[in-house]
């Protein structure tokens, strides 16, 4: 039977364990940041956008700082395992092409990926401990594109005489570049323009 306009049925309590509640605020966190800036991610607005009270958040959370730093680590390793999962398969060469394809602001949830994470790049500057953080992703980072090309290296679709620290360094310098313009309003390249930068310097390392 067809509701009637205005009804509305009971909404079901969903109980979740403390560990599940938890990332959901650090989710919640991590789009509020993105969306609207770190200036926006007060305790009251990250309880607010979490569906908790903030009793609970503060429960959960020592302060905005242990709150922010923790969203950033989530955030980091939800989209590194999305960005593997995506550059899984084929030969090295395939594998770069597709990682560094997965990593391009192109759609709603990498754009936001990139900008939270230049929101925390400003924050980074002035605080230890996202300092620490924002470090420690970028190790990790960099862990990713130099296993990909060296596995590229063994199987023969890039070049054997790569110095693989530093074409690692060079690629993630220039993703880093081209998807910073992309992300932001007014950056002055297109994902399609971005790609093409990208993919060209990536075949450069081919065999």
């Given at each position: 039977?067809?509701?009637?306009?205005?009804?509305?049925?009971?909404?079901?309590?969903?109980?979740?364990?403390?560990?599940?509640?938890?990332?959901?605020?650090?989710?919640?966190?991590?789009?509020?940041?993105?969306?609207?800036?770190?200036?926006?991610?007060?305790?009251?607005?990250?309880?607010?956008?979490?569906?908790?009270?903030?009793?609970?958040?503060?429960?959960?959370?020592?302060?905005?700082?242990?709150?922010?730093?923790?969203a950033?680590?989530?955030?980091?390793?939800?989209?590194?395992?999305?960005?593997?999962?995506?550059?899984?398969n084929?030969?090295?060469?395939?594998?770069?092409?597709?990682?560094?394809?997965?990593?391009?602001?192109?759609?709603?949830?990498?754009?936001?990926?990139?900008?939270?994470?230049?929101?925390?790049?400003?924050?980074?500057?002035?605080?230890?401990?996202?300092?620490?953080?924002?470090?420690?992703?970028?190790?990790?980072?960099?862990?990713?594109?130099?296993?990909?090309?060296?596995?590229?290296?063994?199987?023969?679709?890039?070049?054997?005489?790569?110095?693989?620290?530093?074409?690692?360094?060079?690629?993630?310098?220039?993703?880093d570049?081209?998807?910073?313009?992309?992300?932001?309003?007014?950056?002055?390249?297109?994902?399609?323009?971005?790609?093409?930068?990208?993919?060209?310097?990536?075949?450069?390392?081919?065999?």
């Amino acid at each position: 039977m067809k509701k009637l306009a205005g009804s509305k049925a009971p909404r079901p309590t969903i109980r979740h364990s403390p560990e599940v509640r938890k990332t959901l605020v650090l989710e919640a966190a991590a789009r509020l940041i993105a969306d609207e800036g770190l200036l926006a991610a007060t305790m009251r607005r990250i309880a607010e956008a979490a569906g908790i009270s903030l009793g609970t958040l503060t429960h959960h959370f020592e302060s905005i700082d242990d709150l922010l730093a923790q969203a950033l680590e989530l955030a980091s390793i939800q989209f590194t395992e999305a960005l593997l999962a995506k550059g899984a398969n084929g030969t090295g060469l395939v594998r770069l092409h597709a990682l560094c394809r997965a990593v391009l602001p192109d759609d709603v949830a990498t754009v936001r990926q990139w900008r939270l994470w230049i929101q925390f790049w400003s924050r980074a500057v002035y605080d230890p401990e996202l300092t620490r953080m924002h470090d420690k992703r970028y190790r990790a980072w960099h862990a990713t594109v130099e296993e990909v090309i060296q596995s590229g290296i063994d199987d023969g679709s890039l070049r054997s005489n790569l110095h693989k620290q530093e074409a690692t360094r060079h690629l993630v310098a220039l993703v880093d570049g081209v998807c910073f313009q992309v992300a932001l309003e007014g950056g002055g390249m297109t994902p399609a323009q971005g790609l093409r930068i990208i993919k060209r310097v990536v075949d450069e390392l081919a065999a």
